[in-house]
């Protein structure tokens, strides 16, 4: 379910990764719902100690990244929440915005 916005009172589309791909080294090149992309850079995301992480250290198993429900998700049901991983990209400067629609005179 989407969020709710405090000043319209209307239900905003849940983001969604439309599409992933895995490159080397520990790189995913996403785009978004919002049509916002980038390529996120996961190295420090499975440097971190985990049971969810640890397969992801092999390059094979990385590049296995599939979409479930617009979800990226590895096959050890590990997964990043779009928002999160929007929102990092966002910091990081690694997410580029779609070019607003410009009309015409």
């Known amino acids: 379910m989407g969020a709710v916005s405090a000043e319209t009172g209307i239900k905003a ?3 969604k990764v439309t599409s992933i791909r895995a490159i ?14 980038g390529t ?8 971190e100690r985990g049971e969810g992480t640890e397969p992801l250290r ?3 198993f990385f ?20 928002a999160w ?4 990209m966002e910091k990081r400067g ?3 915005l779609p070019l607003p629609v410009r009309r015409r005179r």
């Open 24 to 37: 080397v080294p520990f790189k995913l090149v996403v785009t978004f719902s919002d049509e916002s992309s």
């Open 85 to 88: 991983l929007r929102e990092e």
């Open 13 to 15: 589309p849940r983001l």
């Open 58 to 60: 092999d390059r094979r």
């Open 63 to 82: 590049g296995s990244v599939e979409l479930a429900n617009g979800v990226p998700t590895w096959p050890n049901h590990f997964d990043l929440s779009p």
């Open 40 to 47: 996120f850079d996961a190295a420090g995301m499975i440097g």
């Open 94 to 96: 690694e997410l580029r």
